[in-house]
């Protein structure tokens, strides 16, 4: 897998917790390809900033407006920057 900057681990972690239902650590871990160390250091950083939130009493995180926002801004920004060709830069 190739380098991935943290903007774009904090879209993977989003998109993988985009349910209604809400989404165990478990899952969001195999969704964004993280190690359970990784995802923690992650997700501290996402509550701190109000982009995820944790349902504590069913232990399911669940991605927050801001954090909906984050994702559409995302996604517009790589749509303006086509990323699948290859530069030499």
Do not use: C, P, W
């Not at 993988?16 to 809400?22: D, E, F, L, P, V």
């Not at 701190?48 to 559409?72: A, M, P, S, V």
């Amino acid at each position: 897998m190739k380098y991935r900057s943290r903007t774009d681990i904090f879209a993977s972690i989003l998109q993988s917790a985009n349910s209604n239902k809400g989404v165990g650590i478990t899952t969001i871990m195999y969704k964004s390809f993280l190690s359970h160390y990784q995802l923690k250091k992650y997700l501290s950083i996402m509550l701190e900033n109000d982009l995820i939130k944790l349902e504590e009493d069913e232990h399911l995180y669940r991605i927050t407006e801001k954090g909906l926002r984050f994702l559409q801004l995302f996604s517009n920004i790589n749509e303006l920057i086509d990323t699948t060709k290859e530069y030499n830069v």
